[in-house]
């Protein structure tokens, strides 16, 4: 071994004592100066070694084996940049182990603790999936296809698109529709639900795709439109009415609805209208019947919807006059006893009865 290889293999030996809290590798850039510093002897401070030097001799075959070896042991990085890919790819199948994707926000930086390992502490993951999507195309085939094999996500719009739509199929099979409430989130760890959509603000999500409604991708559209999506809000909830309309009629016959009537939680009434407030939305219908479109008129007219009904006003009318007849009975009921009590009184002060005269019911007896 040569004395050059020799001071190579100490200055490498006590660069894995002072690495080793920090990496399970030793790492060193192309040129190294040896600190004038402990550790390190004064026979080696201030010297300049020749890293890339080695590492050519390496990637040459030039390198003797009992040196090859001997690094190896040491955990000798031979390929820097190599290295760091290396690393890069750990992290993403540690992160997609952990979250069970590798959608990983920009600001993503890896914990110093386990079970990541610690060459990957205070990564920024993050930035560095960015950087890789951004150089998709001066990728290696095998780098790419490393990458793939991870289901590495090269448009992270793309595949927040496909969590929303497993999230939509998922929710439609569990209720039958996909008239998501606003606020409604995909519960946590709930195994009915795929682990990629736990959190999901789902109602938002839906909201932001009608926003977004008329700048989709054709294709985009296309999967919603399968789904059932509804586009219009304001015209499901007109339809969820009308359905509601059509069964309490079949239920009471007539559309008579009292305005505190909530729909119950029960069959035949459907899951997605139970608790509307169906007296409450007759009676904002019959208010807001001069700014209705005809057509909602007409079909509100179809089903025998009652515009205004004379009848019930009687109705009420009557029970109205009968309670202010009542309170008036009430009334004058009152004042005739505080009269009676008032007489009473005044008899008992002006004839007396003895003592002997106030009898028990079983003295009478």
Not at 162 to 184: C, M, R, S, W
Not at 219 to 237: A, I, M, P, Q, T
């Amino acid at each position: 071994m040569s004395s050059s290889h020799a001071m190579f293999l100490e200055v490498v030996r006590i660069a894995r004592d002072i690495q080793a809290h920090t990496s399970d590798y030793t790492n060193f850039p192309a040129r190294f100066t040896v600190p004038s510093m402990a550790p390190w002897p004064s026979s080696l401070q201030g010297k300049t070694i020749h890293v890339a030097k080695v590492r050519k001799q390496y990637k040459d075959g030039t390198l003797p084996q009992d040196v090859v070896d001997t690094l190896d042991n040491l955990g000798f990085v031979w390929d820097a940049k190599q290295h760091n890919w290396d690393l890069r790819v750990a992290a993403l199948k540690t992160y997609k182990e952990i979250h069970g994707s590798l959608l990983v926000p920009y600001e993503y930086t890896v914990p110093s603790e386990a079970p990541w390992a610690k060459d990957l502490w205070g990564c920024k993951l993050g930035v560095a999936v960015t950087n890789i999507r951004s150089r998709m195309e001066v990728l290696t085939p095998d780098r790419k296809a490393s990458l793939d094999a991870l289901e590495f996500v090269w448009d992270s719009h793309e595949l927040t698109f496909d969590i929303k739509v497993l999230a939509l199929e998922t929710y439609k099979n569990l209720h039958g529709h996909i008239h998501v409430p606003f606020e409604f989130k995909v519960p946590d760890n709930d195994p009915a639900w795929p682990s990629r959509c736990w959190k999901l603000k789902l109602g938002r999500a839906v909201h932001d795709l009608r926003c977004r409604g008329d700048n989709l991708l054709p294709g985009r559209r296309k999967v919603l439109d399968s789904l059932g999506f509804v586009w219009d809000s304001h015209e499901l909830n007109w339809d969820m009415k009308l359905h509601a309309l059509r069964i309490f009629k079949k239920e009471f016959g007539s559309l008579l609805i009292p305005q505190d009537f909530v729909v119950p939680s029960v069959a035949p009434w459907p899951e997605r209208i139970w608790k509307m407030k169906l007296g409450q939305a007759v009676t904002n219908m019959r208010f807001r019947v001069d700014t209705m479109s005809r057509e909602r008129q007409a079909q509100l007219e179809e089903m025998g919807f009652i515009w205004d009904y004379p009848e019930l006003r009687l109705e009420a009318k009557v029970l109205l006059d009968i309670k202010f007849d009542l309170q008036s009975i009430k009334k004058e009921v009152q004042e005739r006893f505080m009269t009676m009590e008032n007489t009473n009184a005044d008899v008992d002060k002006k004839f007396p009865l003895p003592d002997d005269a106030i009898k028990t019911d079983n003295e009478l007896s």
